[in-house]
């Protein structure tokens, strides 16, 4: 960013951008005016007393997160643990990188979508799935799992000011277990929309990222 002549900016990320993107804000805090995210997958610690006082919303939500590391984690194990083994079928046969991707967005787009072509534009989608296999990154793409997975070192917290973009549908995530204190400058809970929420509801995230940083100007 400096070298294309800007000295203040912002970064939004999400999924694995939404790692990436606070990691920007470590590394030049001075030049990072503020940090948006949307579909960071996080987890509460496990401790019983935080689970205390709830609401029924809130369960709902700690319940689907269990449902999702009770069933529907079996990508991420085999990405983490065996992504050579993996990254020959994904290499050797257009249906199954197809399959593989196309299954994430079938269980992670908003679940008032019968099909993933009906939240996600099946051009969109399939040019999505084709960047994969015409450029053969797939194994790739598995391997940035393992390497994360075994990782000796994890970046510690940024003062960089925060704007988090929840998608209820699918995000799963309680504000109260992740930001008791409310150090988060902005938190934008939505009712509709899921995991791709740029493929999904552009509209409301465009509106979420520019109410953020209009706020850090």
């Known amino acids: 960013m400096a070298r294309l002549g800007y000295d203040r900016y912002g970064v939004q990320g999400g999924d694995v951008g939404a790692f990436v993107a606070p990691e920007v804000g470590r590394q030049a805090p001075g030049q990072v005016v503020g940090v948006h995210v949307n579909a960071l997958v996080t987890f509460p610690s496990g401790d019983p007393a935080e689970l205390e006082g709830l609401t029924e919303a809130e369960q709902q939500r700690l319940a ?3 449902h999702f590391q009770d069933d529907m984690m079996g990508y991420s194990q085999i990405q983490a643990t065996r992504p050579q083994t993996l990254a020959y ?5 257009p249906a199954g990188q197809l399959a593989w991707i196309v299954e994430k967005f079938k269980e992670w787009t908003d679940p008032a979508a019968d099909l993933p072509e009906d939240a996600v534009d099946r051009d969109q989608l399939l040019t999505n799935v084709s960047v994969y296999w015409f450029t053969g990154t797939g194994a790739s793409a598995a391997q940035f799992l393992y390497e994360t997975a075994h990782a000796q070192d994890w970046p510690g917290p ?3 000011p925060q704007g988090w973009a929840v998608f209820d549908a699918t995000d799963d995530l309680v504000r109260r277990l992740i930001d008791p204190e409310h150090k988060i400058a902005h938190w934008s809970d939505f009712d509709r929309g899921g ?3 740029a493929m999904e509801t552009p509209d409301l995230l465009i509106d979420d990222v520019r109410a953020f940083f209009h706020s850090r100007r």
């Open 64 to 66: 689907r997160m269990q």
């Open 158 to 160: 940024s003062d960089v």
């Open 89 to 93: 079928g994904l290499s050797d046969s």
């Open 195 to 197: 995991h791709f929420a």
